[in-house]
């Protein structure tokens, strides 16, 4: 690979011999002549010199005379795991057409360019968009959409009905548009309230794995265009997340709660039903969300607050055992004062 | 369907028109004439005399002179779904017989009427009750036993010598009898202890999605009659949930424990191993239970306490910060008073 | 079953009669002649008297004259278990030889005395060492190596390019080398970072059920020998878990945070990202760790400290209420001493 098939690749521009040419990359350190590197922070300069590699990418505003090839670009680190990328197509090999094994229904709908591995099934009425992979394993419901350029991976289950938009990737063990937890209770026993709505995954999307992310019990649970969404994420019914949210793993997030725009929850974040949380908000991780949140800004603590509050308090909190220990001594020295004031009085 | 017809189905009485129909359903702002909708709570009465629906659904106490077709039942919400249900079989269509690539044992004995997805794999000597469904990709382990009326769920795995009640529902990706979590340390290697026990599942349990119940070492871990669980719930080894116990998304319960009748574990509740949670105990969101609780209630916090009192130290947590101004205050006041009473003095 | 296989079995010591023998076992109350039992803790040496058995294992050091079989052993309670493995070996029956309905790609390489059940995907170049057994519906993606002796259990996944070592056991439902939540924000969009590396569980590793374990962005997640993982527990890209470390049921670890050896997280634990915690550093359940702990000891709270700071502020925090009401108190008191004292003025 060349430096301008490189340049163009991450959208770069070239300071110096446009002809070099690389073979594999490594880091900054490790990197052999025929490599290429980068630069991703300024605190690394004095690597910058010392690098053996023959190609770095380098921040936009990098300036120094060198000897090496430098391609600048905006996000050195990102542009590196692209040329990656490129150079080792073996290590993202997907499966092509559809396998021997796989078990696909006849009235399934089954785009051009579709891959569906062995022991995949696709049930009835399913649509598969074109260049779209499901990896084997896999399963696809009755009447379910699947988009164009979607990754299922292997034994993902997508239940029937449901609406899965292009460029999704839904990572294995996932299960999407399992029934909602809902019941009414008669006499101490709980009688099951049929879960009669989908689930709408938006384009772009991208779900870790072993997530569930229940169908709605009418109309549906929505994930809107771009949102992330990491492993272990619970995901109930009629949910709703915004575009472009930022689920981090291992969050509950219970029946009817909206997230707006942009929305991040870091790491194990519960947040209650029927709630809404504005556009913009960060929770931090193991927060818990009980009302709903209007303003954007970061928020923190079980229940959750302000950052800088529930920060305040837990500093407070260390200092409590102390405070304590001071207030006894303060009631002793009342006391006196009080006993010198009754002997002053006499 | 016509109002007699529903009125059967929701066990409720008309009032008006028997022979009213309708063909679908929808909210009481949405429906159109020809439509069902229902009335859950009393302040949406406004929305009662404006909706175009045929058939209304409205609580048994509920009473108003109109042209329209009441049919009078304990639960309309919930009767709504039922009829939704009923109007809507399209949604629910489940697999029919044994497919052609299920993978069943030969020594397995399976029931009337029952249905095996494709791929689904069923090992020696396992059992399947009548009109059971097992769904495409779960696995039922050698020797274990499933009920009557069971549904089972893509990409469930259900491991060997386990017990499945009836009209048990259990959903994709939930693993039923892995081994416990269990070993012994020697000089600081761990060696597994072998998991020789089973998983009994009771009637009418229902199961979420990725859920992990494990076998017990000896004897059985226990899901009692009418237990519901949420999805990403952690059920160790010897655990003994009681009936009708509702648990919710993401909680974790560790070994030998064992819950009582009617318990509620709200999302992310963590309970240690080896106590008792007695009857009708409720336990808050992402409460932290680490000793027997005997008497019923609700508690919340880490570690739990009454609930009364969890939030009283919660909200004196947010008076804190001020608190220890306060306490720096009086301190300079009480030694300036010492040195009034010591001026006094001379 | 007689004393001398039993004590060749568990490494212990006949005291009594080489020749007694049993059929099976039991708990020591419902034990029966011709059973084993076990007594691992001296308060229950009453029951030795009068059980039935006619064979126990005692501890080592356990010394009393009996007309029972005795047999020494370091730890009976795991002797006992691996005694009722032995004879009950229709509890653990694995599959034999690779089903007809497997799926084995022609490029794969089989050693001997592999086991792969039906509907179980093998992909192009996979490598499965002898004894190894692989039960239905996993998933090896391509240029996987597995080890020898090693146990997948059904419906589970390892994507490609990964590496499992020897006598590892894999649990139901769990999720190897799925990509790492990786992108970067450009105008408030997302764009995937490629996940290009791969995932190494050493030697003698168990893993639960329903557990995600990321591959790495470059390089390898790691799993170390001997390390311990329970179910639905999150390990991110680039993490390292020490050495026959511990990690309890849905914890949550962040990416390329470094575990040390005979580190224990306990459940619900969460820590962040870029982090490294100490050899024989234990966290508490739902502890959260947001730095560096460099030394050994138990941790526990949110942000996790050392055990007994955390207990002290527990405990104090239970009387912050009072303590409030006491401060308001000693305030009027201060008030009415500073009228006191500029009366005395006057």
Not at 2 to 19: F, M, N, P, Q
Not at 236 to 253: K, L, P, R, Y
Request: charged residues 25%; hydrophobic residues 40%; aromatic residues 4%.
């Amino acid at each position: 690979m060349d430096a301008r098939e490189i340049a163009r690749l991450v959208d770069g521009t070239i300071v110096g011999d446009e002809t070099a040419s690389i073979s594999d990359g490594a880091g900054i350190k490790e990197a052999d002549s025929g490599h290429i590197t980068f630069l991703a922070n300024t605190k690394y300069t004095p690597l910058f010199e010392s690098t053996k590699a023959s190609i770095v990418l380098v921040p936009e505003d990098f300036f120094r005379r060198s000897d090496k090839t430098l391609i600048l670009t905006k996000d050195p680190s990102y542009s590196f795991s692209r040329v990656m990328e490129a150079l080792h197509p073996e290590l993202q090999i997907h499966p092509q057409g559809v396998h021997a094994n796989a078990v696909v229904h006849e009235s399934a709908v089954v785009g051009d360019n579709v891959a569906i591995g062995a022991c995949a099934v696709i049930e009835a009425n399913a649509a598969i968009g074109n260049n779209t992979i499901i990896y084997a394993g896999a399963y696809i419901g009755h009447n379910t959409r699947i988009g164009k350029n979607v990754l299922i991976y292997p034994n993902v289950t997508i239940r029937e009905w449901c609406e899965i938009g292009d460029r999704v990737i839904i990572h294995s063990g996932t299960v999407i548009g399992a029934d909602g937890f809902g019941f009414v209770t008669e006499n101490g026993q709980h009688k099951k309230i049929p879960q009669l709505g989908s689930v709408l995954i938006e384009d772009d999307v991208e779900i870790g794995s072993n997530v569930s992310i229940d169908r709605a019990r009418f109309d549906k649970t929505i994930i809107r265009k771009g949102a992330m969404i990491d492993n272990l994420v619970q995901i109930a019914h009629n949910v709703i997340i915004g575009e472009n949210s930022i689920v981090v793993s291992q969050v509950g997030i219970s029946g009817s709660t909206e997230l707006g725009k942009n929305v991040v929850l870091a790491g194990k974040v519960g947040v209650v039903g029927h709630i809404k949380i504005a556009d913009n908000v960060v929770v931090g991780a193991k927060g818990g969300v009980r009302k709903d949140i209007t303003e954007p800004g970061q928020y923190w603590g079980v229940p959750v607050k302000p950052i800088r509050q529930d920060m305040k308090e837990k500093a407070a909190l260390q200092k409590l055992p102390d405070a304590l220990k001071k207030i006894r001594r303060l009631e002793k020295e009342i006391n006196e004062l009080k006993k010198g004031l009754v002997k002053d009085d006499t």
